[in-house]
Structure formats: structure tokens, C-alpha cells
């Protein structure tokens, strides 16, 4: 009978001592080889951004589910407006209102 471990591979027997000692040298050694970027691209603390992610976190929705409620076709856009890259005016006001929000133009601050 075939067992399920937690990252989802299935293996159908035991794993001895000596060969999990070999898998783990093996997976210590290739993310040496490949570490994670250090820039990976993490969402913006602040502005429309982290006000968009929070309100898609509060309704417990997932960009998927945005993106189809606002007409837009590939939910990486819900993404994108979420971490403060460039994007359409009207992909962020689309996501606005599937939300919930209202965009609002206010006079700046000198």
C-alpha cells in the first residue's frame, strides 16, 4: 500500500534510516546549489496595495475569486496591484469595487 507523505509524494514502502539520511544530504545540498532570491518580491505595507490585500483577506477571498468577480482574466493582475506593481487604472478599479471599495481622488498636500 502506497503512503502519502506531507509534501505529497507517495511512496509504497518503508524508508530506511540510512536512505533518508541519503535523501535529506541530497535536499541540504541542492538548496545550497539553488537558494531562494533574497528579492523575492514580498506585498506593499502601505496605499491602495495593502488596502486591496486586506479587504480580499478580510472577505476570506483568494485572487482567483477576485479576478473573476472583477471581469479580469488572469488573477496574477490581483496580485500585481497587491504588491505595488505597474498596472491599469482600470484593473485596480475593477478589483476596487468586486471588493467593495471606492477609489476617490482627494487634492494633494503641498
Known amino acids: ?10 511512496r509504497k514502502r518503508q524508508i530506511s534510516a ?18 531562494p532570491a533574497p528579492d523575492r518580491p514580498r506585498p506593499v505595507t502601505g496605499g491602495i496595495g495593502a488596502k486591496i490585500r486586506a479587504a480580499r483577506e478580510n472577505q476570506g477571498l483568494t ?11 488572469n ?6 496591484v497587491e ?8 484593473s485596480i478599479e475593477a478589483i476596487a469595487a ?6 476617490d481622488l482627494v487634492k494633494a498636500s503641498t
Do not use: C, H
Request: aromatic share 6%; proline share 7%.
Open 63 to 73: 485572487w482567483y475569486a477576485v479576478a473573476k468577480a472583477a471581469g479580469i482574466p
Open 18 to 35: 540510512p536512505e533518508s539520511e541519503r535523501l535529506n544530504k541530497i535536499r541540504v545540498q541542492v538548496q545550497r546549489d539553488f537558494p
Open 75 to 80: 488573477p496574477a493582475t490581483v496580485r500585481d
Open 1 to 10: 500500500m502506497a503512503k502519502r507523505t506531507a509534501k505529497g509524494v507517495t
Open 98 to 103: 468586486a471588493l467593495g471599495l471606492e477609489l
Open 83 to 90: 504588491y505595488g506593481r505597474d498596472t491599469k487604472l482600470s
